[in-house]
């Protein structure tokens, strides 16, 4: 028994031995404000993104960046493999929150509480490559805001106010909470948008008008209310509608009967992005192939929620060069959209209703 006792303790040791040697030792903290890249893999709106979708906290490394810390081209991972997904550039197709230079408000969810002594933030150059993984020279290496923590234990919800520099288009914060009783920090990558990633020509987005004439060419309607639009008339004689007039993100985009409700009223404001509820038409986890499903989300500048219209009535995602189509050409109420291949069926023409 003794000989066994002690086979078991020797087999345990070497078990803790093996989960230690690869993985932080215990979860810590991950950047919600601006949403990072990690934060919008464990909220399920980035797809692919791996083990980092179950652990958006555990992005740790060692301290003292730019001199240390991870290697240039896996500073949102953390040198991380499992967490790798972070590095990809994804050709500007990460979720990204909307950003004006000047005060800002920031924050950190702590699932560990560390004695700690400062977050930092740092932001890319003017004129940075978006479509290479993070290198210390795309960022301006000195932070544009650092708060000391002198050392003591910050609150489970850590918020802070910025004052953000001014830069145009999309750009990359970092921030770095270090902690003051190890040698380690957590590194956290925020993609935003200032302004928005392309200039908008100011010009509505164009969608085929049905009446008496036949088909012409209208608007939709300009307007930021919520309840101010222009129904959206699938070929089958269905509406685009939000189901349950639910606004919030996820909510399902669906073919229904045309009722003129709020969950109808679809505008454009002229930057490629399509609005109803006050949120945006999104392509699920930013999907570009067949069958992504189509829904509604905060309004964040990527393209999964850049469309146009053609002149033959599709409603054209543009990164996914796909159409927004109602599932199996079904035309019963409640059937889900999604995107697919432009096919020049009714069930994905869209033209105005009035």
């Not at 920031?106 to 699932?111: F, S």
């Not at 288009?169 to 009783?181: C, E, K, P, V």
């Not at 190890?182 to 990633?197: L, R």
Request: glycine residues 12%.
């Amino acid at each position: 028994m003794k000989h066994r006792a002690k086979a078991i303790t020797v087999m345990l040791a070497a078990t803790a031995g093996l989960l230690t040697a690869g993985t932080p030792a215990f979860a810590h903290g991950f950047a919600d404000s601006p949403t990072s890249r990690a934060t919008f893999c464990q909220q399920g709106h980035a797809g692919d993104c791996g083990q980092i979708r179950y652990e958006p906290q555990s992005v740790e490394a060692a301290k003292g960046f730019p001199a240390a810390g991870p290697a240039d081209g896996q500073i949102c991972s953390g040198g991380h493999p499992q967490f790798a997904a972070l590095d990809d550039p994804r050709n500007g197709l990460w979720p990204a929150t909307k950003v004006e230079p000047g005060s800002f408000g920031v924050g950190w969810h702590m699932t560990a509480q560390h004695r700690s002594t400062k977050i930092e933030y740092f932001i890319t150059k003017d004129g940075w490559d978006p479509n290479r993984p993070l290198q210390r020279s795309a960022l301006e290496l000195l932070p544009f805001h650092t708060a000391d923590l002198g050392g003591n234990q910050p609150p489970a919800k850590w918020t802070d106010t910025v004052n953000l520099p001014r830069r145009n288009g999309r750009h990359l914060i970092l921030s770095i909470w270090t902690i003051a009783d190890t040698a380690n920090a957590f590194y956290q990558c925020a993609d935003v948008i200032f302004g928005d990633k392309r200039p908008s020509t100011g010009e509505p987005l164009t969608v085929p008008k049905n009446d008496q004439e036949g088909t012409q060419y209208g608007t939709l309607t300009q307007s930021s209310g919520a309840t101010v639009g222009t129904p959206l008339r699938g070929g089958q004689g269905k509406c685009l509608d939000v189901a349950g007039s639910n606004s919030a993100d996820g909510a399902v985009v669906q073919l229904f009967d045309c009722n003129q409700t709020a969950a109808q009223q679809w505008q454009a404001p002229g930057d490629g992005s399509v609005h109803a509820l006050g949120k945006c038409l999104d392509a699920r986890y930013s999907g570009r192939k067949n069958g992504t499903r189509v829904q509604l989300w905060t309004c964040n500048g990527t393209g999964a929620q850049k469309w146009h219209f053609t002149q033959s009535g599709d409603l054209v995602n543009d990164p996914a060069d796909k159409c927004l189509d109602v599932i199996d050409k079904k035309t019963a109420n409640w059937t889900p959209t999604q995107l697919w291949d432009c096919a020049g069926s009714a069930n994905q023409k869209w033209q105005q209703q009035h």
